[in-house]
């Protein structure tokens, strides 16, 4: 598997869990999973053509916390 590391900046509305996670699933279609006692987003979902695993991991600040972990 490959791996890809980018560090974005991000405007000051993006700045919220709600929107993070919303732009991702919205842009990307991958699905906000579980992320436990990580400092950050997970999401994941399958390519159209050969469904193989797309995992997506976003680093964020501490201050900020997984709105999949609230959905367990």
Not at 2 to 27: F, G, M, R, W, Y
Not at 47 to 71: I, M, Y
């Given at each position: 598997?490959?791996?890809?590391?980018?560090?974005?900046?991000?405007?000051?509305?993006?700045?919220?869990?709600?929107?993070?996670v919303?732009?991702?699933?919205?842009?990307?279609?991958?699905?906000c999973?579980p992320?436990?006692?990580?400092?950050?987003y997970?999401?994941?979902?399958?390519?159209?053509?050969?469904?193989?695993?797309?995992?997506?991991?976003?680093?964020?600040?501490?201050?900020?916390?997984?709105?999949?972990?609230?959905?367990?």
């Amino acid at each position: 598997m490959k791996e890809i590391t980018e560090e974005l900046k991000l405007p000051d509305t993006c700045q919220s869990n709600d929107v993070v996670v919303q732009k991702v699933t919205a842009v990307a279609n991958l699905g906000c999973v579980p992320c436990g006692a990580y400092g950050g987003y997970r999401f994941a979902g399958r390519t159209l053509t050969s469904g193989r695993l797309v995992p997506l991991t976003l680093e964020c600040p501490v201050h900020w916390s997984c709105p999949a972990d609230s959905q367990q």
